[in-house]
């Protein structure tokens, strides 16, 4: 059975930083590309970026929302997924989802950040 | 970016009734391939998205045909056919042809 667990997320002051991460499990995490989407209560996902697989050679690409201030990354012989948020904002306020997207996807419970003074 | 815009903002069933819901894309999301990359999600109250719909009508494992979904290049309907009170929560359009992928603002499905 795939899982995704997130964890990391709390209270975080405007312009500090933040690690996610994302336990994967249930299938070869090498073979997949892997995705952050993040929810403002209330609002649409937007999707923040992805990791591509190992046959792609773990490349990413970043939403130009957060291009240079988030960084996702991998850790492929603990299956894990992170994500580095730096000079955090109010408006990056959100649950934040792992997910392996494609014909059928798979989504984490997600993690709430809350970016506040 | 690619907008896309859905309509309604909300609607009001009676079970055993029909549903529909429309996305409108700023672009063509037919891709090279040959690929409408326009996608359907539902996400129940406190819960993750889930897909109901890849590539325009393909029905994700596991959701019932009761969800069906058809289109052009540009403009997509989500048809929710004898709606059931599990079917309550927001349904969002999104597309996965370049980046950033996006989605739209979501429409809140509720049973009269």
């Known amino acids: 059975e795939v899982k995704l667990l997130e964890s990391g997320g709390g209270l975080v002051q405007p312009g500090g930083s933040m690690r996610l991460s994302c336990a994967a499990s249930g299938f070869t995490f090498t073979d997949f590309y892997m995705n952050w989407i993040r929810q403002p209560a209330g609002k649409a996902p937007e999707w923040l970026g992805f990791i591509r697989n190992k046959a792609n050679g773990y490349t990413t690409e970043y939403n130009p929302s957060v291009k240079g201030r988030f960084t996702i990354s991998r850790d492929n012989t603990q299956n894990m997924l992170y994500l580095q948020m730096n000079t955090l904002r109010a408006e990056d306020t959100a649950t934040y989802y792992c997910t392996r997207l494609g014909d059928f996807d798979y989504w984490g419970q997600g993690v709430m950040v809350t970016v506040s003074s | 970016d690619i907008v896309l815009t859905q309509a309604p903002l909300s609607v009001s069933v009676t079970p055993g009734e029909s549903a529909s819901i429309s996305c409108r894309s700023s672009k063509s999301l037919l891709s090279s391939k040959g690929i409408t ?37 540009t403009d997509f309907t989500l048809k929710i056919s004898k709606v059931e009170t599990e079917d309550v929560g927001v349904y969002y359009c999104g597309h996965r042809l370049e980046y950033p992928f996006t989605f739209g603002s979501g429409t809140k499905l509720e049973i009269k």
């Open chain 2, 37 to 73: 990359s326009l996608y359907w999600y539902l996400q129940r109250p406190g819960k993750s998205p889930q897909l109901l719909i890849y590539q325009m009508s393909n029905l994700a494992s596991g959701v019932p045909d009761r969800f069906s979904s058809s289109g052009s290049e």
